[in-house]
Every structure is written in C-alpha cells, then in structure tokens.
C-alpha cells in the first residue's frame, strides 16, 4: 500500500453564512420515538468482517463526528489496496432489507445484483472490485448511528463533511472521496457538497430532488403523502427521529423550516455527474435545477428516458458511472473531458428512446411558444382569442375536468420547460387544486404512453401543479417559460372572481408527428396511472364544488411551449 498524506481541514460553523438561519434550532420541529432496531429484524450490531468474492466487508466501522457522535457503517473494499472511497449516506439503512416488491413495475434488475447491494445503492461487491471502497452510512440518529435524527438540514450537512474527511484520512484510502447513489444518497450530496470538504473529489446525483418543499412535499403548494410513505422507510434508530410528516403538516408554507433544507447549489465546485428521468415525479425538476446553478467548470446532465432504479443499476449506466468517478477518483484518463455537458433522451413513446448530446440545458436554440386557449372549442391556436368563454368541471370527481387541443401539422419537437397559464374561479370555495398533464394524441384518437414515476409505463408525458392560494410569484427568479412561486403567503379565491395562475410543468420530450396533438389536461383530482397502487403519491386537496376555466378577451388564458427547430 503507498504511503499518503491527510490534512484535517477546519471545517464550517453554524453561522458562517452557508444556511439561512444561524442555527436549526430556530425553527419548531416535531420528533417521534425511533423504531429499535431490532424491531424490524437488523441483522446485529458490532464490528465484524467477512470476505466475499475477495471483497473484505467491514461492519459497522465507526465513523466519528467533530461533537463526539459516532455513526456506523458497512464498508466494501478489496484488503491491501490504496483506493479512493464512495460515501452513501441516508436514513433507510446500510444493510439490504427493504421489499423491492413494493415498488411493482420498477423493473429492478435483482437478477444482476448481488446480495449485498442496499436499496438505492451501488453494487458494492462490484464497485469494490473495480478498485473502489463503497462506504454505506447510516446517518446521525438511524438505526445504531448515534444522535437525533435530522433530514436534509445543516445538521446533515457538517455530519457528510466530518464522514468525507474522516474517510479519506483512513490508511486505506488515497485521499479522494466520492459522494452519492440514487435518491436520498444523491440528495444530501448538494449541502455536503456545498461546504466544499477539501477531500470530496466528485459527486454523482442520480436522481436528486434540491428543494424538499417544492419537489417531495409541497407540489406546487399542495400537500403530498409521500412524506407519510417516506416515513414508513425510515425512522428507526435508538432515540427520537424528527416527524417531518408532522411538521409538515404545521409548516403549508415555504418558511425557515423549508428553507433550511435547500442549499446553496452556486457553492458547489466539485465535478458533477446528474442524473435523472422525464417521466419523475419526485426527483425530475430538482436534479436539473441545481444542476443548472452548481458553479462545478465540470457539469454534466443526463434525463433518460426510462425508470430510475433501472437505468441506474443499467449497463451504460454502470459504464457512465465507471467512467465519471475512476477519472475523478482515481485520476484515469476516461474521456470525461469529452463528454458532451448534456444528453438527452429523445422519446418516440412508451419505452423507447435514445440519448441525443447537447450543449446546455434548456436547449440552446430552443423557441418558445404562445398557444392562446379557447373554451369554446377545448382548442389553442397562435391567434389571440377575442370572444371570452369558460369550461368548468366538478373539481372533486375523478376523472372530470376540462382538455384543450393543439393539433400539429408538421412533426415537432418539444423539449424543455412549459408554462400553462388559467384564468380560473371557483363557485363553492377560496381555493382551487389544479392538476396539469400533457398528452401525445394520435390522429386516430390514440394516447401515446410514456414511461411515469419510478413504476408506470403508461403516463403523461409531462406534468405540472398548482394550489391557487399560492399562486404569487417571484418576479426576480420567475422566467416567460418557468414561473417561480413564492410560497410565502396565501391569496385567497373570491367567490366566482377570476384571477390567473401560472402553473409551471416539469421539463418533458415529446416528439409529435404530423397530425399528432398535445392534449392539455386541467383536473381537481390527481391525473396518474394507478392512484391507488402502495407508493403512489396521492395529495390532500382543498377542492370543493366546480373550477371555471375563463378564456379570450381579458383572459389570456394560454400555454408556452419550448419548441425546437428541425435543423440540429
């Protein structure tokens, strides 16, 4: 093994400017007593080691943080090498225990995978014999780590700081730490990242979700239970977990509770390799909106086209991932340098597609579009409408709201942000759900499928939400073709009073041929495949009799499409 060098870098204090707020005391939380452990059948806790394949896993080897916490976690690698090491930190668990049959219609490749791959992670025996040490922790307050559990905060922040350095100062290792994995081992790369420990050589966020309350539990201001869901995954340790589903519940606004759980992405240099897919619901408009303010001169973005554990555990994902962190890890000569700064997946529906290079992201030639709305005939066309109209739908009925048509003549791409804008009432209520979705028609009537969420085959093609009360924007961050909710203040619906909303959809492709039409599709109620399948997102609403949507005249009622020309 080479000698090697380790300087112990001071690191950051609460206080220094880098969160919000001077401390996360500030702000109320609410815990909830951990599940012990051995509740929910851990495997047992103390140092142990075993060989498999040549690989040596070490168990709960302790890692020590600068207040005298010590967390634990399970390291892979091969015994007398000197290797640079791969952190994976989160609350559900470093050892492999949680049912993949929950998530049905994720095709995760368990055939390929070994026995000690954790949820959500890499290979490790893969990886490790690839000439990598895969360190899976468990975060402060989970499972046996010591601590109170905290998520997504500064707290978790300077404890991935400490983990980073104390990893990269073991004999073993050169010197060079990684961070990241899918989800929330990516998610917590962007605040660790953002403290700059001096030994973190590169992050890979794959699938990474940068703003908890616009992203996870607030879609457009409304409420989601994934936070419930979320909860059943995690909290267990030996003392108390914070209960982010019922601080949520007290926090509907975007508030210093929510606000400390965003980084700041402009401070992140280290490279960075993100990943993400058209059809998320969760993880899709995050990954790419740091992705776009990380100051990294060594930035990369891939949206696929596919599902999110199974193109991560893929094979040119594995290739991808190799690459990426062997030149920043290990100092290999792979071509990275070359890559192009974009790629995306050009869909033709269903589960086809092919990757396509591009420069930057939005697309750099990309022509954004007005399509005025017109009730009287569900259509949207390049003409202003002068004639006013409106369409209602009973806004608690599955299934019933209002559609608008535009049909294309040539084939078209469209590729990148959209803005849908309503003039909307309500006539029993002070506030509206609205639920956005686009839909890739056939001529013959025929909806095009398009891979959605982590499980579905047959979704939207894009889509977008909005609470009305919320519906205030940020005039200094909000764009034509991407507006920016504040989230900070409630305003009110006055019976039968019209006022416009602007709903912000979540990037997409979709390819129209000639004679195709995009379907725009405005409910109440939640537009997904299968509502009622165990992981779904569902949402709790304030709806309440019917949503009139007014176009024409003084209601420029209409959609912004990024189109983008033939010609490459």
Not at 116 to 129: L, S
Not at 220 to 225: C, E, L, N, R, W
Not at 343 to 371: C, H, M, Q, S, V
Not at 475 to 497: A, D, F, I, M, N
Request: aromatic letters at 12%; one cysteine or more.
């Amino acid at each position: 093994m080479t000698e090697k060098t380790h300087t112990s870098p001071a690191p950051p204090s609460p206080g220094d400017g880098i969160w919000p707020n001077e401390t996360p005391n500030q702000v109320q939380r609410h815990y909830r007593p951990a599940i012990h452990p051995d509740v929910v059948g851990h495997p047992g806790f103390g140092y142990r080691t075993e060989e498999v394949e040549g690989v040596l896993i070490e168990r709960d080897v302790m890692v020590p943080l600068r207040d005298g916490t010590r967390l634990y976690a399970d390291v892979y690698r091969v015994a007398g090498e000197l290797v640079p090491a791969i952190v994976c930190y989160s609350p559900f668990g470093k050892h492999p225990h949680i049912d993949l049959g929950l998530f049905d219609g994720a095709e995760f490749p368990v055939d390929k995978l070994s026995e000690h791959t954790p949820f959500e992670v890499f290979d490790p025996i893969r990886w490790a014999k690839e000439g990598f040490a895969i360190c899976v922790v468990d975060g402060v307050g989970n499972w046996h780590s010591e601590g109170t559990a905290q998520f997504f905060d500064q707290q978790e922040a300077l404890a991935g700081y400490d983990t980073v350095e104390h990893f990269a100062g073991l004999e073993w290792c050169n010197g060079k730490v990684g961070w990241g994995a899918v989800s929330y081992f990516a998610m917590t790369a962007w605040s660790v990242a953002a403290l700059n420990p001096p030994h973190l050589a590169a992050i890979l966020t794959w699938d990474a979700a940068s703003d908890t309350y616009r992203e996870t539990n607030h879609h457009g201001g409304i409420p989601s239970t994934l936070t419930h869901n979320w909860m059943l995954l995690t909290g267990v340790g030996l003392g108390q977990v914070e209960d982010m589903e019922a601080t949520q519940s007290e926090h509907p606004l975007f508030d210093e509770w929510w606000q400390l759980r965003v980084a700041d992405w402009s401070k992140i240099t280290v490279p960075t390799y993100s990943i993400t897919e058209w059809g998320n619901d969760i993880h899709l408009r995050g990954t790419v909106q740091a992705w776009r303010e990380v100051a990294a001169p060594q930035k990369y973005l891939d949206i696929t086209g596919g599902k999110e554990w199974a193109e991560f555990y893929s094979d040119w994902a594995f290739e991808r991932q190799r690459a990426f962190l062997g030149q920043f890890l290990r100092a290999e000569s792979n071509g990275v340098d070359d890559w192009a700064p974009v790629r995306i997946g050009i869909r033709t529906g269903g589960d086809t597609w092919e990757f396509r290079e591009e420069l930057a992201f939005p697309l750099e030639r990309t022509k954004y579009r007005n399509y005025h709305l017109d009730a009287r005939g569900a259509s949207a066309g390049h003409e202003q409408v002068e004639e006013e109209a409106s369409v209602s739908y009973d806004s608690t009925r599955q299934g019933d709201g209002a559609e608008f048509i535009i049909r294309f003549e040539e084939p078209t791409e469209v590729t990148g942000y959209s803005k849908v804008r309503f003039w909307v009432s309500a006539d029993l209520h002070n506030d509206a759900d609205l639920f956005v979705a686009f839909e890739r028609v056939r001529p013959s009537g025929e909806v095009v499928p398009h891979i959605f969420s982590q499980m579905w085959n047959e979704g939207p093609a894009a889509f977008g939400w909005l609470r009305a009360s919320h519906r205030e924007l940020d005039p200094e961050k909000s764009t034509e073709w991407q507006p920016y909710h504040r989230h900070q203040r409630r305003q009110w619906l006055v019976h039968g009073t019209p006022v416009p909303v602007d709903i912000e959809v979540w990037p997409t492709n979709i390819m129209f041929e000639a004679g195709d039409s995009l379907r725009i599709l405005v409910r109440g109620t939640l537009i997904h495949p299968d509502p009622n399948a165990p992981m779904a997102t569902n949402y709790m609403t304030r709806n309440l009799g019917r949503h009139i949507i007014h176009t024409g005249g003084k209601y420029d009622s209409r959609v912004v499409l990024p189109l983008i020309p033939s010609s490459h």
